[in-house]
Nanobody, 113 residues
Framework: QVQLVESGGGLVQAGGSLRLSCAVS????????MGWYRQAPGKQRELVAA???????NYADSVKGRFTISRDNAKNTVYLQMNNLKPEDTAVYYC???????WGLGTQVTVSS
């Protein structure tokens, strides 16, 4: 049974930083590309960042230069370092093994202006 547990969200002022973590179990983590998504109220879920099995990364234009995705295969965990946060980054953040239907409960990020 695949489980994804996101953590690290919270309330932060604009310009601040947060580091999100997603612990994955029940699958061979190192074989999957991983993505971080977010969903703001009234909006569709969107891909924020992704990292391949070979550690190649890509980012949504809105977060390039501010967010960094990384993974630790020994810990079955994917991270999202978020710097210079903006109010428009406010959303629930989810991780997802690419191409699978598995999602966690997400972690809330709120950025105040």
């Amino acid at each position: 049974q695949v489980q994804l547990v996101e953590s690290g969200g919270g309330l932060v002022q604009a310009g601040g930083s947060l580091r999100l973590s997603c612990a994955v179990s029940g699958m061979i983590f190192s074989r999957n590309a991983m993505g971080w998504y977010r969903q703001a109220p009234g909006k569709q879920r969107e891909l924020v960042a992704a990292i391949t099995r070979g550690f190649n990364t890509n980012y949504a234009d809105s977060v390039k230069g501010r967010f960094t995705i990384s993974r630790d295969n020994a810990k079955n965990t994917v991270y999202l370092q978020m710097n210079n946060l903006k109010p428009e980054d406010t959303a629930v953040y989810y991780c997802n093994p690419s191409g699978t239907p598995y999602w966690g409960l997400g972690t809330q990020v709120t950025v105040s202006s």
